[in-house]
RNA sequence: GGCCCCGUGGCGGAAUGGUAGACGCAUCGGACUUAAAAUCCGUUGUUCCGAAAGGGACGUGUCGGUUCGAGUCCGACCGGGGCCACCA
């Protein structure tokens, strides 16, 4: 018998796909639309198997909604820009570019591999000059908008490689190249005001029906909306202090007003105060990682200033420097309240501050009530708070707003976590911002005609700090606006800004302009969108964020870019390591029946480690071009769309290929064997007995396949095609009309998932055209539903029979049959059921 | 510390409040074969009674609750994971 040989078969239908341009499609059509997206990678070198179980699902989905009669839009780019190719090129010398477009052409050829039904035509990479150009002229006219702006802000500073790092390089507190103390350092950054959006980037929550709940929980979190008050104390050395608060109502509680040590006025103060300097200075030197928080103590400074109390001003409070005071939220001050604060409790404790209860839980009594060492924040009633006393925390909060805001002294605020979005940063490989530093007229623009501000051609790394700060040439320029001499902005754009509208670009890569207004009223939002959970905060929340700035700016009618969003998990396998401790990539090591392992060729123990995520540095990846040259792209694709649901992490096992290997070979012998069948609905009148069994299992498989695909539920689907797989190989019996709409059935279900194999079976059952142009198959109702119905039969919830009977009979009927049951006599030992309760076409059972 | 998710056979996992374990992997037994590969048929939650046919009990992390009926809903706990985190 012949063997599938899928490699000869996957390199001639992608040829025939790509001779056919398949899968590039128009800016319109009469079909209705759907554009399905993955999230775009990054060029880091190879693709592994993790990668493939991403595209592969998009790609189920692609071609899913192609067959149904979609106009599909499935592009893919190139993440290009980024710190990888920095460290590359820094390391073997060589350019960042030429890394990122050799890794680019390397993984592109893996892709292809997968048979993966993309629009090609439209791909680009962003450190394409081409796309950045574009990226730079959405800047400038975000710029012209007000959308950005430029301002002093604190990054962490390496003072030896004279670089700022990002969070993620800083590693307890220290550079994670030099090893130096990093420091707090104020530079003028660029900023995006995404802080405008804020609530309508939280309400716009409401309407993603179709996004993970979970993503949707964090993203809520991210921007952190709180309703509270900003009102003011007048300190004793005339000046004011602005603080927030969500809980106005405990304004009684108040024992002191604390400034975070970067404060303007803490600054202020610190000048003439070198105790508070010294203080100001240790705190900047507490790292921002969340383990030094946790670790570090609450610790203050007194002013020696005092605050007036805002509803008594004989009532002075102390005015302290508190290092847990965030100058990042609200307004950098508050008033404290320690015995409704964890955080306040512990500080007064510390000092020896007042705590005085004001809000006591129903039930206590409020002379006695103590908090101890845990603050209340429980509901109750208001006490020690003259006029407020007796109400409960809302009335009182309204209350003391009404009272500020009558006196002048403060308003009702929503306060917001989500920042501004910093963009600048020094690193020599991102899009340069087009901006020109002139001596005489400051900030100007680079005219639209001298876009793109290109990189410059050789970037020398040999230097510390930002390359092009250091560039002799580029660095230096005329002033589009007075000619004169001047410099560059030499920072970059935060790569997130790259991938915040790249799926617009794929409207129309080819555009004149950064985004082709028709093209995007088209195509967006994404139908459906499909990424790492890596991803659920930033990456969708700039992408949501770029969207409504791009809808302000007239250039798309939609706010959200992602209609449906999917977060696949990922893939994982076990690890080795040899007697030294290196890793070992999975083919070095020889397994043993005892379930022990030896490094290949030698005698060597090696150790098998935990199933984890496949990474680069543990070497548990497994190539994909591997896979494919031994049993296809089919088998990868199948592979990592059975079993596990998607959204959960798989294992990536050999026995598992195995098993998805031998069956494509089971398919591709069906497949062969019908070959001689008479045409499906050739049999004349009713098919019945086990022809008929044949023909509802396959219909039945046709509505559960495409409402499991409907619903991203791949491993669901895949146990479906078993099922009918099963059916059909024991239908030696049946007619061969019925067995010949079996197997096309067959071909046609599986070939979202795997297509290769689907085309040569479709040919193989003497079709002449592509089944990459045949319609996704409809179900016959009538073979869905079925005529009889097995019915569980319970005594007491306990099964004790079950009974063959028609749909929808009588309940009577149903109720006689069950209590004839000879398991149901037994069980009622001769006595009379107290109530039946009959569930039409499902169960009976029998309350004794 | 806050919020969220998940606990089902040897493993991955199915199951609109209605026959728990579909489907796959692995296991074991058998067929075909000189043999192997490939393929096919059967087996597999635990336990008890029975020679067998068959029948009974238990079973979805633990303990309660709601219900005729709970893997599913509610409460508490145990275990694992995620996100945020001095956010006033």
Known sequence: MARYNAKESEARWQAAWDAAHAFEVPNNSPKPKAYVLEMFP??????????TRNYTMGDVVARFRRA????VLHPMGWDAFGLPAENAARERNIDPRQWTYDNIAIMKSQLKLMGLAIDWSREFATCDPEYYKHQQKLFLEFYRAGFVYRREADVNWDPVDMTVLANEQVIDGKGWRSGAPVERRKLAQWFFRITDFADDLLAGLDTLDRWPEKVRVMQRNWIGRSEGMRFTFDISNGEKIEVFSTRPDTLFGASFVALSPEHPLTLELAKTDARLMAFVEECRHIGTAEADIEKAEKRGYDTGLTAAHPFDPNWKLPVLVANFVLMGYGTGAIFGCPAHDQRDLDFARKYHLTVTPVVVPDGADAKTFDVGDEAYVGPGHLANSRFLDGMTVDEAKAEVAKRLEAAGQGTRTVNYRLRDWLVSRQRPWGCPIPIVHCAKCGVVPVKEADLPVKLPDTINFDVRGNPLDHDPVWKHTKCPSCGGDAVRDTDTLDTFVDSSWY??????SHAAEPVNKAALDYWLPVDQYIGGIEHAILHLLYSRYFTRALKKLGHTKVDEPFAGVFTQGMLCHETYQDPDGEWLFPEQVEKRPDGTAIVKGTNKPATIGPSIKMSKS?????????????????????FTLSDTPPERDVEWTDAGAEGCWRFVQRIYRLATEAEGLPPAGTVPGKTEGVSLALRQATHRAIAAVTDDLENLRFNRAVAQIYTLTNVLQQSDKCDGAARREATEMLVRLIAPMMPHLAETCWEALGHKTMLVNTDWPKADPALVKSDSVTIAVQVNGKRRGEIEIAVDTAEDTVKQAALAQEGVIRALEGKAPKRVIVVPNRIVNIVA
């Open 68 to 71: 149904q009669g979609f106009n």
């Open 503 to 508: 799926f617009a670009r794929f409207c129309d």
């Open 618 to 638: 543990k070497k548990n990846v497994v190539a994909p071009e591997v896979i494919v040259d031994v049993y296809g792209a089919d088998t990868i694709r199948w």
């Open 42 to 51: 990054y060029p880091s070198g190879r693709i592994h198997i993790g990668h």
